[in-house]
């Protein structure tokens, strides 16, 4: 059964270094997100993105945060400058057209000290 | 804005125990609802949904039904397993966004002893 793939499963980074955390949707899927969630507190949403655009963005997606599609494949959440509040689970997650199921990574554990 | 509450957990029963965990909404549209389930080191995983007032969603023994009037999802299984240990999230989709967001809930671990 094909899945959404997320890399690396941990990352542990310091204040105000840059970080991508990587996503593999399912290959015939083309709308693509992104959540996060604080330990301790709801899922959030943050992003999502279709044809090579940003079709959606909350408030927490502010300017340190950009996406890309670089190639046909990968679907990357870059973190320009982290702070330790970005510390959070990260989800991935694709649909096939966003009326149907969003199909969820594993998640990237990511700690900035 | 919208919102999605659940029970807090974590949640421990016994195997064959009945379960049900509490979901509420706020939403000011017509949302679509589902439950989510993450099992220890996996993704969030679909269990079910329901798209409109009354809809009951139902796999693998889960099943929850959409009450308009008490705004609330809560899903129930009438006979748990050790395997059913995981988080359930309670989420929604707003129509106002093309469905494209999920709004969740805190999540509630079920804790299922033999």
């Known amino acids: 059964e094909p899945e959404v793939t997320q890399t690396p499963s941990h990352q542990v980074t310091q204040m105000g270094q840059e970080v991508i955390l990587r996503c593999v949707p399912i290959s015939n899927h083309l709308y693509f997100y992104w959540y996060r969630q604080i330990l301790g507190q709801k899922v959030e949403f943050l992003v999502s993105f279709y044809n090579n655009e940003i079709s959606e963005k909350s408030e927490i997606f502010d300017d340190q945060f950009s996406v890309e599609r670089p190639d046909g494949s990968n679907f990357t959440l870059k973190i320009r400058s982290t702070k330790l509040e970005d510390s959070a689970m990260y989800f991935c997650?694709?649909?096939?057209?966003?009326?149907?199921?969003?199909?969820f990574g594993p998640g990237t554990r990511l700690l900035v000290l | 804005g919208d919102s999605v509450t659940q029970m807090e957990g974590p949640v421990t029963l016994s195997e064959e125990a009945f379960l049900t965990i509490n979901c509420t909404y706020t939403?000011?549209?017509?949302?679509?609802l589902f439950w989510y389930v993450q099992y220890p080191g996996e993704g969030l995983q679909l269990l079910l949904k329901a798209t409109k007032a009354d809809d009951k969603g139902s796999n693998k023994g889960f099943e929850a039904t959409y009450r308009k009037e008490t705004t609330s999802f809560h899903l129930e299984k009438g006979s748990v397993q050790v395997s059913d240990s995981a988080v359930y999230f309670c989420a929604l989709s707003d129509p106002r966004s093309g469905y494209s967001t999920l709004t969740f809930g805190k999540g509630t671990m079920l804790l299922v002893s033999p």
């Open positions: 997650a694709s649909s096939a057209d966003p009326l149907e199921t969003q199909y």
């Open positions: 939403a000011t549209g017509y949302p679509s």
